[in-house]
């Protein structure tokens, strides 16, 4: 595991003030946005982790006692061995002192946020870089985060002394104990701001629209989520963005239909370029793709395309155009084309009869009987 003070570059006994200087100098030298170099990414987490633990004065006294920034050290000085339970934080409740873990931060990492975004299936296919609008909380630029006006500073709470708590005595079956509570003055904080900034009314971040351009890889599908690390909503009193997840939904589109890495489209052939066979021109994703139909095309019949379908998300190659032949049959005969289509059934062998289809030996059902068998 990193160490926070050197992943920070400040000293064990750095003041608040220099680890927050320092950690936004690097937060701005490896955030995402400026730095796109390959190691960038995982400086910047390391950084944001190293700021969260060394920017709360409970965590920080946790990890500097024992080295483990969750406060366990695996052994069984001072309570049951991994439980975080001692018996000197009863007496400590009961009996005074503001308890090992001091003050709460205020400072604290923001949420993480969720918005989703439309894409075109053609963008799906080959990826994209979309433009987004995010609405969110961005740390005040007036005071920087300080949560106080310019020139000021939080004070030391005048009831609880700095400590965030306050005791009192209450009878018990025990006799009277002291009981401590977070002090109401300060909500528990230690400090209190005599001049909150105007701005932001003393949280140290404001509500604010920015524009991102995200990179949507090919193969997502609607529910892909992509994340973008430190994009999300700025902490309280300047403390680090938590992640913005972006929820992808892409679009029907009029031609083409999705199944997993396949795309399927229909292509109505009319009756006689079925029967006769011909080539046509579909337009795909791709670009123009000429269809060879075979001479007594049947309709249901599917051609396949090989590697015209979407990009596997999370691998190499596509998947498949499925092209669906559907067989048109003519309407709205006038009589010249009814005569020429009843002479083509009468040299197939087709009788009419009054408009309906002669079932003789040599017809259709004759031929159909013949394949069932008898039954």
Same mark, same amino acid.
């Given at each position: 595991?990193?160490?926070?003070?050197?992943?920070l570059?400040?000293?064990?006994?750095? =003041?608040?003030?220099?680890? +927050?200087?320092?950690?936004? +100098?690097?937060?701005r030298?490896?955030?995402?946005?400026?730095?796109?170099?390959?190691?960038?990414?995982?400086?910047f987490?390391?950084?944001?982790?190293?700021?969260?633990?060394? =920017?709360?004065?409970? +965590?920080? /006294?946790v990890?500097?006692t024992?080295?483990?920034?969750?406060?366990?050290?695996?052994?069984?000085g001072?309570g049951?061995?991994?439980?975080?339970?001692?018996?000197h934080?009863?007496?400590?409740?009961f009996?005074?002192?503001?308890?090992?873990?001091?003050?709460?931060?205020r400072t *604290?990492?923001?949420?993480?946020?969720?918005?989703?975004?439309?894409?075109?299936?053609?963008?799906?296919?080959?990826?994209?870089?979309?433009?987004?609008?995010?609405?969110?909380?961005?740390?005040?630029?007036?005071?920087?985060?300080?949560?106080?006006?310019?020139g000021?500073?939080? +004070?030391t709470?005048d009831?609880?002394?700095?400590?965030?708590?306050?005791?009192?005595?209450?009878?018990?079956?025990?006799? *009277?104990?002291?009981?401590?509570?977070?002090?109401?003055?300060?909500?528990?904080?230690?400090?209190?701001?005599?001049?909150?900034?105007?701005?932001?009314?003393?949280?140290g971040?404001?509500r604010s629209?920015?524009?991102?351009?995200?990179?949507?890889p090919?193969?997502?599908?609607t529910?892909?989520?992509?994340?973008?690390?430190?994009?999300?909503?700025?902490?309280?009193?300047?403390?680090?963005?938590?992640?913005?997840?972006v929820e992808?939904?892409?679009?029907?589109?009029?031609?083409f239909?999705?199944?997993?890495?396949?795309?399927?489209?229909?292509?109505?052939?009319?009756?006689?370029?079925?029967?006769?066979?011909?080539?046509?021109t579909?337009?795909?994703?791709?670009?123009?793709?000429? #269809?060879?139909?075979?001479?007594?095309?049947?309709?249901?019949e599917?051609?396949?395309?090989?590697? #015209?379908?979407?990009?596997?998300?999370?691998?190499?190659?596509?998947?498949?155009?499925?092209?669906h032949?559907?067989?048109e049959?003519?309407?709205?005969?006038?009589?010249?084309?009814?005569?020429?289509?009843? /002479?083509?059934?009468?040299?197939?062998?087709? *009788?009419?009869?009054?408009?309906?289809?002669?079932?003789?030996?040599?017809?259709?059902?004759?031929?159909?009987?013949?394949?069932?068998?008898?039954?």
């Open positions: 595991m990193s160490n926070h003070y050197e992943v570059g400040v000293a064990r006994d750095a =003041s608040g003030e220099e680890i +927050k200087k320092a950690y936004r +100098k690097l937060a030298k490896f955030h995402p946005d400026v730095n796109s170099g390959p190691d960038a990414a995982e400086e987490k390391l950084v944001t982790r190293a700021y969260e633990v060394l =920017s709360d004065p409970q +965590k920080r /006294r990890y500097d024992t080295g483990n920034e969750n406060g366990t050290d695996n052994g069984f001072g049951y061995a991994g439980s975080g339970f001692a018996f934080d009863i007496f400590e409740t009996f005074g002192g503001g308890g090992p873990s001091g003050p709460p931060s *604290q990492r923001g949420q993480d946020a969720l918005i989703a975004v439309r894409i075109d299936l053609k963008d799906a296919v080959f990826g994209t870089n979309k433009k987004i609008e995010v609405d969110s909380a961005a740390v005040c630029p007036t005071c920087d985060g300080s949560c106080t006006q310019p000021t500073s939080p +004070k709470c009831i609880c002394g700095g400590s965030g708590q306050v005791q009192r005595a209450v009878r018990s079956i025990l006799g *009277q104990v002291m009981t401590t509570a977070a002090c109401g003055t300060c909500q528990g904080y230690g400090t209190v701001i005599p001049h909150p900034c105007n701005e932001c009314n003393g949280d971040r404001i629209r920015r524009s991102l351009t995200i990179k949507v090919a193969g997502v599908a529910g892909t989520r992509i994340q973008l690390s430190g994009q999300g909503e700025a902490g309280t009193a300047g403390g680090p963005q938590g992640d913005l997840y992808i939904r892409v679009n029907s589109d009029p031609t239909l999705r199944e997993g890495d396949d795309l399927h489209a229909t292509l109505s052939v009319p009756m006689t370029a079925a029967a006769l066979g011909t080539t046509v579909l337009s795909s994703f791709d670009g123009d793709q000429e #269809l060879t139909i075979r001479p007594g095309t049947q309709g249901g599917v051609i396949t395309l090989k590697g #015209l379908g979407v990009t596997h998300l999370r691998g190499y190659g596509r998947g498949d155009l499925l092209v032949l559907s067989v049959t003519p309407r709205n005969l006038d009589g010249a084309q009814e005569e020429l289509l009843r /002479r083509f059934a009468e040299l197939r062998g087709e *009788q009419f009869t009054d408009g309906q289809l002669a079932s003789s030996g040599s017809g259709v059902f004759a031929r159909l009987r013949e394949r069932l068998g008898n039954f």
